[in-house]
């Protein structure tokens, strides 16, 4: 009898110099939520707040990939902007070249700092079919 394992949303690898995060999702919605609470678990002590401030966010971009970092680098942007951790990412709609979606602010000093991340980089950014649904390796700026 098989047993019911969790799903893997995102897993830290191996990178040279700065940090890679290989992110899954069972489409593009959940691909770019499950990215956004990788990034933040590497950035924050403990998890974020599920609750506080919504924070409207919305990307354009040319594609899927470019969408992607650029979703990220948004929601670093808000990040540092508010002084606030974020958590409880939630995207409302997303297509190939356009996604909305919402974060939830908390304070700082509930959370910590554990690592600075920069930015999310474009570097050989492909978001790929899995036998879940899809993937892709995300490498930061750190």
Same mark, same amino acid.
């Given at each position: ?9 995102? /897993? ?12 899954? $999702? ?11 609470? %990788?990034? =933040? ?6 998890? %974020?707040?599920?609750?506080? #401030?919504?924070? #409207? ?7 899927? $990939? ?7 680098? *948004?929601?670093?942007?808000? +990040?540092? *902007? ?5 958590? %409880? =990412? ?19 000093? *509930?959370?910590?700092?554990? #690592? /600075?991340?920069?930015?999310?980089? +474009? ?11 899809? /993937? ?7």
């Amino acid at each position: 009898m098989a047993e019911n394992l969790p799903v893997k949303l995102y /897993e830290q690898i191996p990178h040279t110099a700065d940090l890679a995060l290989k992110v899954y $999702g069972p489409d593009l919605k959940g691909l770019f939520e499950n990215a956004a609470f %990788g990034m =933040f678990d590497i950035i924050l002590e403990k998890e %974020g707040p599920v609750s506080g #401030k919504k924070v #409207k966010i919305e990307v354009s971009a040319p594609d899927e $990939g470019t969408l992607l970092i650029d979703w990220l680098n *948004e929601l670093l942007y808000v +990040y540092r *902007e508010t002084r606030s951790s974020l958590g %409880g =990412f939630s995207v409302n709609s997303v297509t190939s070249t356009w996604v909305s979606g919402t974060a939830f602010t908390g304070d700082k000093g *509930e959370t910590g700092e554990k #690592k /600075e991340i920069k930015a999310a980089t +474009y570097h050989d950014v492909k978001i790929r079919p899995s036998g879940d649904g899809l /993937e892709t390796i995300i490498i930061f700026d750190v």
